[in-house]
């Protein structure tokens, strides 16, 4: 069944997707978006929410530079199994994520973040799935 998502469309939803990720962090980063919205609402001070965020957005550069080899958008000597393991251990990621923020403080991140992770964990198998050419 997930096959039947055209591999095109789950590879630019998903860079959609994780660009405003991007973005919505650096916003987080500038302090333009509160970070009491984030990370289930237990970031405390500055110093917290930049080193959660900078890893946020360190994870979310792993994520996209993977669908970019794997997409052969870009075309970095990787071996193809690591690509395979970092996207389904994505998978995995996304959908504890899911769970977790169903049990968010914030609704926030209970209704606008919980389908987000799980399309998000369900792109990213579809596209580990994809057969390497």
């Not at 997409?71 to 970092?86: C, L, T």
């Not at 919980?114 to 596209?127: E, H, K, Q, V």
């Amino acid at each position: 069944m997930i096959q039947k998502i055209p591999f095109k469309f789950a590879l630019s939803f998903l860079l959609t997707l994780l660009s405003s990720v991007f973005i919505f962090h650096f916003l987080v980063m500038l302090k333009i978006i509160p970070y009491t919205i984030v990370w289930a609402g237990k970031i405390e001070n500055d110093t917290q929410m930049y080193q959660f965020e900078s890893v946020s957005v360190l994870i979310n550069v792993i994520l996209f530079s993977a669908i970019l080899i794997k997409s052969k958008i870009v075309r970095w000597n990787v071996n193809p199994k690591i690509i395979q393991v970092i996207l389904y251990i994505f998978v995995a990621i996304f959908a504890l994520n899911t769970i977790g923020n169903l049990f968010a403080k914030m609704s926030l991140e209970t209704y606008i973040f919980t389908p987000l992770t799980f399309i998000s964990a369900f792109l990213c198998l579809r596209i580990a799935l994809e057969k390497s050419k």
